[in-house]
């Protein structure tokens, strides 16, 4: 079976960092690339960022861009995200999820919640 | 960046109801179009993608419709385990937008 499942979320201080990890199983990792969306409290779905199969290419929402940095190790299965200087429109959960261009995004975590308050 | 704009933002409706679902582009993004259904507490889940495919697992109720900047999702006879939010989100180009949502509630 497919799954991506995070964890690392938990409540930091304003400018504060913080690492999510997202461990993947049930498909070949290193063949696909990997995206990180969030969501504010009672709020819609926004995007974060995506890196590729290899790791050699990323993009980055503006929100976030020199702040937050992904990246994955294909020995571990695993995907990653550093938080940096975190914010409190930062807060939100935090979905770890397996898409692409033409076929949407499939596979999605259960979600690990990022509160950023003093 | 390709803002997504969802209409209604909300709607109410009955069981057994066709609900049609509108999401424009502010530019073409080709068939690059996708919806979500997320219901409270819950990750998305993906109904249909490249704006008329059919996820595996979906019921057929669920379809998916348009190219370019006009897109519909509908939903042929709306059941109780329906009642969510409804995204679209274009994946044509980085960064990936979704629209607002569409919040289907009981009338």
């Known amino acids: 079976e497919v799954q991506v499942l995070e964890s690392g979320g938990g409540l930091v201080q304003p400018g504060g960092s913080l690492r999510l990890s997202c461990a993947a199983s049930?498909?070949?990792?290193?063949?696909?690339?990997m995206s990180w969306v969030r969501q504010a409290p009672g709020k819609g779905l926004e995007w974060v960022s995506t890196i590729s199969g290899s790791g050699d290419v990323t993009y980055y929402a503006d929100s976030v861009k020199g702040r937050f940095t992904i990246s994955r190790d294909n020995s571990k299965n695993t995907l990653y995200l550093q938080m940096n200087s975190l914010r409190a429109e930062d807060t939100a959960v935090f979905y770890c999820?397996?898409?692409?261009?033409?076929?949407?995004?499939?596979?999605w975590g259960q979600g690990t919640t990022v509160t950023v308050s003093s | 960046d390709i803002q997504m704009t969802q209409s209604p933002s909300s709607l109410s409706a009955s069981v057994g109801d066709r609900v049609t679902i509108t999401c424009r582009a502010s530019?073409?993004?080709?068939?690059?179009l996708n919806w979500y259904q997320q219901k409270p507490k819950k990750a998305p889940k993906l109904l249909i993608y490249a704006a008329s495919s059919l996820q595996s697992g979906v019921p057929s109720r669920f379809s998916g419709s348009g190219s370019g900047t006009e897109f519909t999702l509908t939903i042929s006879s709306l059941q109780p385990e329906d009642f969510a939010t409804y995204y679209c989100?274009?994946?044509?180009?980085?960064?990936?937008?979704f629209g607002q949502g569409t919040k289907v509630e009981i009338k």
């Open positions: 989100q274009q994946s044509y180009s980085f960064p990936w937008t």
């Open positions: 530019q073409s993004i080709s068939s690059y």
């Open positions: 049930g498909f070949t990792f290193s063949s696909y690339a």
């Open positions: 999820a397996k898409g692409s261009k033409p076929s949407g995004v499939g596979v």
